[in-house]
């Protein structure tokens, strides 16, 4: 029933006290009409704004979790490997939203406990890069392959499509360690059915060129290259996620 018909009806509340202070029917139609059109204002405002959310949300959300290696330590916002990874899809025709989730210092342990935060905003796709904090720290591998497996866990379950960015331990906590380590990665990519890029800094570790004096972090250069090498990956995931709906 439109405001105007509720208005003009003779039984209306509203109506009789708006007849009683104006004296001419006229005067509710009149409120009636202002009221219809701005009611339709109202609505044409929420259909507007919802599309504009909408169009906001058409673009796939790519989160990358993980460290300093994504939080990009020594760079600048624009210079970090998900700033570069977003303009390398966008290169290649991939509309995406990449969303920097990476914390410097962050452990697996530190991932995990900060998961449901990461997820509040329903990526679609999640890069883990999680673990060289571990390995620097001569952290237990099983500790690591745990916590890595319950994020997995947990993304798999949010619906998400899951990247695993791979790391390798440093020599220096002898082959066992080594062994033990580099192994989760694969192990991991396996029982959960995700896709796994060996090593989260292949052609870039060791390589004075492309990273900062620390000898750890990437350059801009260094990130560039990562996401270089990741981008047709990640284009493939999210075509994938695309097919599913």
């Not at 058409?58 to 210079?79: M, N, Q």
């Not at 796709?125 to 999680?130: F, H, R, T």
């Not at 192990?187 to 870039?204: N, Q, R």
């Not at 801009?220 to 090498?229: H, M, W």
Request: hydrophobic share 45%; net charge positive.
């Amino acid at each position: 029933m439109s405001p105007l018909i509720v208005w003009e009806r003779p039984g209306c509340l509203l109506g009789r006290r708006i007849l009683r202070r104006y004296g001419d029917v006229r005067a509710v139609v009149n409120i009636a009409n202002r009221l219809r059109a701005f009611s339709l204002i109202a609505l044409l405002s929420i259909g507007v704004a919802t599309g504009a959310r909408g169009e906001a949300q058409a673009s796939p959300r790519i989160l990358a979790l993980g460290d300093s290696l994504t939080a990009g330590f020594g760079l600048s916002p624009k210079e970090s490997f998900p700033a570069r990874l977003q303009a390398k899809l966008a290169a290649a025709g991939v509309d995406a939203q990449v969303v920097n989730g990476g914390v410097s210092g962050d452990t697996s342990a530190g991932g995990l406990a900060r998961l449901d935060w990461a997820l509040a905003d329903h990526p679609d796709v999640v890069l883990v890069e999680l673990g060289a904090n571990d390995a620097l720290r001569g952290i237990d591998p099983q500790l690591t392959y745990a916590n890595l497996d319950k994020i997995l866990t947990r993304l798999k379950a949010a619906g998400a499509k899951v990247m695993l960015l791979g790391m390798r331990a440093p020599p220096n906590w002898g082959r066992r360690y080594q062994a033990q380590f580099d192994a989760i990665f694969p192990d991991l990519a396996t029982k959960h059915h995700v896709p796994l890029y060996p090593f989260f800094l292949d052609g870039v570790a060791l390589d004075p060129a492309l990273n900062q004096s620390d000898g750890l972090h990437p350059t801009a250069r260094g990130a560039d290259i990562i996401a270089e090498r990741i981008a047709p990956l990640v284009a493939h995931l999210l075509a994938d996620k695309a097919a599913q709906g």
